[in-house]
């Protein structure tokens, strides 16, 4: 990430390793909050980071990281930990029948 406080759409797409048009059309439809200057688009590290953390999805299969269970494809873990920047999964047994919302370790009491 660029120590910049504001990036350039360019540079969004080349930290993302994504195409600049992909970028621009995130900003056109509100997806990614981006800041007009003119002609110029910048988007806030804040903003893109939060973005990145919103359209994060479970990797395919895992465990449990509350009761352990293993699962061979990710429609069994839909959901992660609540604490940000955590990500992991928790099963819907866990999450739908028992009501956590949280990994073992960030577990509230
Ligand atoms: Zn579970
Ligand atoms: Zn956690």
Redesign the pocket.
Known sequence: MPAENYMSLEEVAEFLGVTYQLIYRLVRSGELPAARLGKLYRVSRADLERYLESSKTPAAGGV?S??G?VYKSSGSLGNVCKESGCGEP??F??WNRLGIRYCKKHAKK
């Open positions: 449990c509350v009761c269970t928790i099963c047994d866990c």
